[in-house]
């Protein structure tokens, strides 16, 4: 018996495509993100603040900003926390090198 192989090559996926789906990954996970977030203000507005405005402006600002983090991931994964925001921590103290002697 002889048996043949076929191997298939997936066509490559043009950039535009991919650029396209990550849009469209981000448009939908902001309007989920936020709605969730407008949700969870409502709720707590009502229950516990009195019917006041600023847990639906807070819950829904958090929302947002989770979904600005996931959609700068998704255009630069390499893109580190640190490389972000520069060094945090900054070191702060004086090491013994630096410390003049007296």
Known sequence: ???TTTTT???PVPSQEILARKWDRCVSNTLIASGVGL???IGLSFLFFRRRFWPIAL???FGL???YDD???SFNPELALSQRFGKLGGGGGASAAQTPKA
Do not use: D, E, L, P
């Open 1 to 3: 018996m002889t048996t």
């Open 9 to 11: 090559a997936a066509a």
């Open 39 to 41: 949700s969870v203000g």
């Open 59 to 61: 819950s829904t600002g």
């Open 65 to 67: 900003g989770v979904a």
């Open 71 to 73: 959609c700068s991931k």
